[in-house]
């Protein structure tokens, strides 16, 4: 924080933090064998965009890496803005592990092109037997996950959001502080 910061009171936001992303890997592997809840094989990441020719570059260039690196894995994927103005990387690939590795390489492209903090979220959407939609959010402010079980007119199921963290907490770092599980609504994944 420079001089002129610390006199504004104005702060940063943190840099983001993808260290906690793969643990998504191993608790895929508990929810299918033993909750019986199974990946949709899609997966999103979110950033805000930056209306700079070094920010459309690092973009280009990050589509570029998934270019190459779909080649290897089949990993199929598109790039569209929302309603709000963010900008949704969308991927589908029937490994698992291919969808974890192009979101890892997706934020970590921005994050050695200087635009970490414009990393938003990951989104991971799992189904239960009943139809019933998770989605497991990773906030890159934070590193951490959270559950997200969207019901019909805008509601949460926060009793299986509560189910769902208590039984994964041992596999995944979770947010501890309720008021950060934030609802995406109209995620376009």
């Known amino acids: 924080m420079g001089l002129l910061d610390a006199f504004f009171r104005k702060r940063k936001p943190p840099e983001s933090k993808t260290e906690g992303l793969f643990a998504i890997s191993t608790a895929q592997v508990t929810m299918e064998a033993n909750l019986e809840i199974v990946s949709q094989k899609k997966a999103g990441i979110c950033f805000k965009p930056q209306a700079s020719s070094h920010f459309e570059r690092a973009r280009q260039e990050v589509e570029e890496l998934l270019e190459l690196s779909s080649k290897e894995t089949n990993t199929r994927y598109q790039v569209l803005k929302d309603d709000y103005g963010y900008v949704w990387i969308l991927l589908e690939d029937p490994e698992f ?10 934020s970590e492209g921005l994050l050695e092109r200087g635009f970490g903090r414009q990393l938003l979220c990951a989104l991971f959407p799992f189904k239960k037997k009943e139809n019933t939609v998770i989605y497991w959010v990773y906030s890159f402010k934070h590193g951490n996950f959270y559950p997200f079980a969207p ?25 501890k502080d309720v008021s950060r599980w934030y609802p995406l609504w109209d995620a376009p994944i």
């Open 97 to 106: 592990e291919d969808l974890v590795s192009s979101i890892y390489l997706v």
């Open 151 to 175: 019901r019909h007119s805008k509601e949460r199921d926060s009793a299986l959001e509560f189910r769902m963290r208590s039984l994964m907490e041992k596999e995944l770092p979770i947010e």
